[in-house]
């Protein structure tokens, strides 16, 4: 069987959210039984033996595949949600979007004293958001074995921004520009 084009699946937007974004949108991925497939078992692969005890995604596309990984990996699934949402006791970081500044939430009692995380979204671009969710992860003394995207957009620099924090990233293609 020929391998899966998993970058040929994903679909762009142009001018989405708003005029000069490239929106890179994995719903076409998502909805490709193959496409699916060959994502979650290439995001979960380098960590099958890296004893993680749970994927912890970013809301809301890090939800999709972080479960399916976490599953694929034997493992819990802990959700970091955008501020209010999460229902128990929950500790926030914030960070700077282009106007403003945003939060993100985990649960206080989500993740034992040095469990081994493996973080999951599905693009890095700035890398604003997953620095956020490692300084997040690591208030409560979680070891983040590393991040795993499925888009790079490398012009961006986000990967050399988790990387500068000691965090191994992982991602399966690449797109220019921004
Ligand atoms: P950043 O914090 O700049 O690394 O942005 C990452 C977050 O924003 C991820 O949760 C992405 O889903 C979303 N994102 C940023 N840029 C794009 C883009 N061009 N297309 C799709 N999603 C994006």
Do not use: S
Not at 35 to 60: F, H, R, S, W
Not at 120 to 142: N, P, S, Y
């Amino acid at each position: 069987m020929p391998e899966t084009d998993i970058r040929a699946l994903v679909r762009t937007i142009p001018d989405y959210p708003k005029p000069g974004i490239m929106f890179r949108d994995i719903t076409t991925l998502l909805g490709d039984a193959a496409g699916l497939t060959a994502c979650v078992q290439q995001l979960a692969a380098p960590y099958a033996d890296k004893n993680i005890d749970a994927v912890a995604g970013i809301e809301a596309r890090g939800f999709i595949l972080g479960g399916a990984i976490a599953d694929r990996l034997g493992c819990g699934f802990v959700p970091i949600r955008k501020k209010g949402k999460l229902p128990g006791k929950a500790i926030g970081q914030d960070y700077e979007l282009e106007y403003g500044v945003d939060v993100i939430e985990v649960h206080e009692d989500g993740i034992a004293k040095g469990e081994r995380i493996l973080l999951v979204d599905d693009l890095i671009a700035t890398g604003g958001t997953a620095e956020a969710a490692v300084k997040l992860l690591r208030k409560l003394d979680a070891e983040i074995v590393a991040a795993a995207f499925v888009i790079d957009l490398p012009d961006l620099k986000g990967r050399e921004r988790v990387e500068a924090l000691g965090i191994e990233c992982h991602t399966l293609i690449e797109f220019e520009g921004d």
